[in-house]
């Protein structure tokens, strides 16, 4: 009866907490220019994608090289969703949740086999064919795509809550809702599970884990949460194309995720916020170099790589997570 009492007061700590933060960036929102509020719902969008990347490789060990790709899937099917049924915005996200996990879930049925370089090599080649297959069908758009518009604010907001705000404020609003759920599935047994898979798979199968089952599970919510995100792009960027979903975003991901550290929930909102100040960064490189057309091109690429490999070298778990580390130590002493 105590533990059951201090899990719900935890809970509600957390409720609390999730409303204050969501307060506080909305009105923050409503108070930066438009190029913070944008970059504000690009930060959102990297922080569900890089929280399925924790919950699949973090948690429970399998390594993807294919989050861009699963985005995608959410992308066109919210938008296919709100483009063919003229549905409300809250639905065309809950298309892209469900046909994502559905997906995930046969992929995860595959994947469930294979581990370590086998499945990166096949969610690698995933990211690599899956959005050049959308130039293939007309109803997909081909290479120009499909539009996405959510709409515009409602009147009541004012003349002054412009369309980015109004982005800002639903990626804001869905990032929270994701991370909670997240948060707490991965502090449930579930995430105690995929902890016991990834640590020792054969020790689980003996104490009686189905060690399968809860790969193709992590799968399967991993890719709604990327579907998810890949909406949220969409929506940011008015847009669903083969080029919004590039091998690039994958390996960005990627990155973004090793530099919040992987097993680290917390931490995805840091690496949403690097991988949003690198084109920043790229262009203020550019600009010092002159010709900053030619640069801009490959300079992002450039430092998301180099990023990778001195996190790879040095922080391996991610400078947040040997931050947190270090907090402890000094603690304890």
Not at 10 to 20: D, E, G, H, P, T
Not at 84 to 111: E, H, K, Y
Not at 208 to 231: N, Q
Not at 302 to 322: A, F, H, K, M, R
Request: charged share 10%; hydrophobic share 55%; glycine share 10%.
């Amino acid at each position: 009866m105590e533990s059951w009492r201090k899990a719900r007061a935890a809970v509600r700590k957390k409720i609390a907490f999730f409303i204050l933060l969501g307060w506080a960036l909305l009105i923050i929102g409503d108070r930066v220019d438009e190029l913070r509020v944008y970059q504000g719902a690009q930060i959102a969008m990297y922080t569900i994608a890089l929280a399925s990347i924790v919950l699949l490789t973090g948690y429970s060990g399998q390594v993807s090289l294919g989050n861009g790709a699963m985005m995608a899937v959410g992308g066109y099917s919210a938008a296919l969703t709100l483009n063919n049924l003229q549905t409300p915005i809250w639905f065309a996200f809950l298309m892209a949740i469900l046909v994502s996990a559905c997906f995930g879930s046969l992929l995860g049925a595959a994947a469930a086999r294979l581990s370590g370089p086998y499945l990166a090599g096949t969610t690698l080649a995933l990211a690599v064919g899956l959005p050049a297959i959308a130039n293939q069908f007309s109803f997909l758009g081909g290479e120009p795509g499909l539009l996405f518009d959510v709409g515009f604010p409602p009147e009541r907001f004012g003349e002054e809550f412009t369309q980015y705000k109004w982005f800002f404020w639903i990626a804001s609003v869905i990032a929270l809702l994701a991370l909670f759920i997240t948060s707490n599935i991965l502090q449930s047994r579930f995430g105690r599970t995929w902890r016991a898979i990834r640590g020792n798979s054969l020790a689980a199968e003996l104490a009686g884990i189905h060690s399968s089952r809860m790969k193709v599970l992590a799968f399967t919510i991993s890719s709604a949460l990327a579907g998810l995100a890949g909406a949220v792009l969409a929506m940011t960027i008015s847009l669903v194309a083969p080029g919004a979903y590039s091998l690039t975003l994958s390996f960005a991901l990627v990155t973004g995720a090793v530099l919040a550290g992987v097993s680290s929930l917390p931490g995805v909102v840091l690496g949403g916020a690097i991988l949003v100040a690198i084109p920043e960064i790229a262009d203020a490189l550019a600009g010092r170099f002159g010709n900053a057309d030619s640069l801009n091109n490959y300079l992002p690429g450039l430092i998301t790589s180099v990023l990778l490999i001195l996190s790879v070298i040095y922080t391996p778990n991610g400078p947040g997570e040997n931050l947190r580390k270090h907090l402890r130590k000094k603690h304890a002493h």
